[in-house]
Each structure stands twice: as structure tokens, then as C-alpha cells.
């Protein structure tokens, strides 16, 4: 079981939705949407006008209790840790949590027309990316696998949604 989790305002929840019917398929496992929405303001740095992402993966894990299910968080902030300028997401690998923000993934953030298609298709590539971590896999060196490693909007635009035959055989053994 894979559960959805808004954190923060503003993730939307049809968007949600749309995310968890793309996870179901992909991981052939089910996958829903959890009726809360977490706190995020507890995350946010002043000094950087960002949120802790690893703070948030930590309070994710106390919701996701009892273990049995993988919990993926949803953010409209923009994330970091404190080595990057920013992160689109981040996973405990092995783990049950995961986490995985908007904010850099919408064409308004590059000065571009909304596009809520692509804003989508984005969303579920990080999203599948990060739970792939809590699978234990790593960064794929094959360009088109979900797991490709993807520090700019462009890398994840040209990878594809889904696990190479590798990462595939990883996902489908855990
Ligand atoms: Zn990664
Ligand atoms: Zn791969």
C-alpha cells in the first residue's frame, strides 16, 4: 500500500488523486489518498525562505506508523537540505517515506504559461523517483529510468516515468 499525504496548502487534491491513480499502475500496488493535510511551517528556515526537507521526512515517518505502507508527502514549498540550494524531493533510502515538492516542477516557476498537464507529469516522475528510493534503489545510470538522477526541470522532462528493467526487478523482489 502506498498512501498520499498533503503537506502544506495548496497541493490540491485532484492533483492528488491523478497521482495516486499514476502510482497504483506503475507500482502495481494500491495507493491512497489520506484525508489530512500536515503542518509544514515547523520546516521553514527564515534565513534561506525554504523548508527543511529532511525535517518533514522525519515528521512523515511518526504518520506513517505502523509500517506496513509506504508514505509519500505532496508540497507545494520549495524544499532543501542544507548542502543544495534546493531538492525536488528526498527519500530515506530503504525506508517508508518519501517526499516530493511542486514547486520547481510548475512552468510559472520558469516564467512560463501554467500547464497543469506537464506540472502532472512531472509530479508523478518525482514521486515515483523518490519512492523508488525507499525500495533501496539508487541513482540509474540509464537516461530514460525514473531512477536517472535529476537536478533541473529539462533532466526530468526527458527521463520517463517508469523503472528500467533493472530498477523494475528491484521494485517488483522488495
Ligand atoms: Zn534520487
Ligand atoms: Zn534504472
Redesign the pocket.
Known amino acids: 500500500m502506498i498512501e498520499l499525504v498533503a503537506v502544506g496548502e495548496g497541493v490540491g487534491s485532484e492533483r492528488l488523486e491523478a497521482l495516486a491513480a499514476d502510482l497504483a499502475r506503475i507500482f502495481r500496488s494500491p495507493c491512497r489518498v489520506l484525508d489530512v493535510v500536515l503542518d509544514v511551517k515547523f520546516a521553514h528556515n527564515p534565513a534561506r525562505g525554504q523548508y527543511h526537507s529532511t525535517a518533514i521526512l522525519e515528521r512523515l515517518q511518526a504518520v506513517g506508523s505502523n509500517g506496513k505502507s509506504r508514505l509519500l508527502g505532496v508540497t507545494a514549498v520549495d524544499l532543501f537540505v542544507p548542502i543544495f540550494t534546493f531538492v525536488f524531493g528526498e527519500a530515506q533510502v530503504g525506508g517508508n517515506c518519501a517526499l516530493a515538492s511542486l514547486y520547481r516542477l510548475s512552468e510559472e516557476h520558469y516564467g512560463l504559461p501554467s500547464d497543469e498537464a506537464k506540472l502532472r507529469e512531472r509530479l508523478t516522475k518525482e514521486a515515483v523517483h523518490e519512492l523508488g528510493h525507499t525500495f533501496g534503489?539508487r541513482h540509474?545510470?540509464?537516461w530514460q529510468?525514473?531512477?536517472?538522477s535529476s537536478h533541473s526541470v529539462e533532466l526530468v522532462d526527458v527521463k520517463s516515468a517508469e523503472?528500467?528493467?533493472?530498477?523494475?526487478r528491484v521494485v517488483r523482489g522488495a
Not at 145 to 148: E, N, Q, R, S, T
Not at 163 to 168: G, L, P
Open positions: 534503489l540509474c545510470e540509464d529510468c525514473v531512477m536517472a523503472f528500467c528493467r533493472e530498477c523494475t
